[in-house]
């Protein structure tokens, strides 16, 4: 149960850094591996419908990743500035936030600039123009966005935003990224970063995992920059997780409830998946509860897991709060031998890389 950020390092080839996804969703290898034992298994993501159970019940993460990234100038300098758009300053508005039309709307965003971003500088953007109202430290300012009457956000994003690649993808966005850095079942917009262990998943996926009779239900996070940005303390106690909206539907706790309740197993598709269902936890009752939720929970070693069962994940970062997440369900050691075996039989990481199935 280590808390030292250097025992969960590997060594990584910035050639098994997957830059563009397969031809095919499903084509990706799968390693199995074993919370209780050992065993670890090479497969592919098509098979999963054949190495879960009946009655299993999956768990989604349904956002949708928008075109967050904003490149303008300063006004009076033409100075450069870029811009990622992360969260409505409000604490109580959620990603619908987005859909609202207003002439001006306030939001948190990660800003760099040729020469720095105080308060008071004034940016151009195509299609709107923003005002830095506060400098919040980390890189994060609050930002006053102004549209034209009645046009909403979301709308000026999809004119003038860019989609947001994680940064270890080296190259420039191209059309197919669109598509490809979604998942098939993304619907709530809000996220700078696409759930990616359900970039794998197919129709004809679910299809099969349906037709075995194991059912599917969604949740929401919005994921946040918090997921690529690393961790600067050495004390993993000290670091403090990015706050991250959720929602659980009343019908998705009623689902994980009565899982738990009948000893059926919860599949978590994903580290946000498991996020969101132990953040969203009633601490008396061990129950899943309904509603929205902004969660900043770091699940490391020594976390006593409620929910999840079976987690579903892609192969993350060294030295990063996922691979902590992993190593708090499978054990340090299992996580960081796996990960050994995966660079060794040359499995692709990161976001548009390869998957693992982390099992009893």
Known sequence: MSSLLSDYDFELPEAQIAQAPLGARDASRLMVVSRSSDARAHRRFAELPELLREGDLLVVNDARVIPARLLGSKVGTGGRVELLVVRPAAPTLTSQALGGATEALEWICLGQASKGLKPGARIAFEGLEAEVLEALGGGEYRVRFHAAPGTSLAEVLEKAGRLPLPPYITRAPEASDAERYQTVYARASGAVAAPTAGLHFTDATFAALAAKGI?????????????????REENLEKHHMHPERYFVSEATAQAVNAAKAEGRRVVAVGTTVVRTLEAATEPETGRLRSGPGETTIFIRPGFAFRQVDVLLTNFHLPRSTLVVLVSAL???????????????????????????????
């Open 330 to 360: 499978l054990g340090r050691e299992r996580t960081l031998a796996a990960y050994r075996e995966a660079v060794a039989a040359g499995y692709r990481f990161f976001s548009y890389g390869d998957a693992m199935l982390v099992t009893e």
């Open 215 to 231: 059912r599917r239900v969604e949740v929401t996070l919005d994921v946040g920059p918090g997921t690529f940005l690393p961790v």
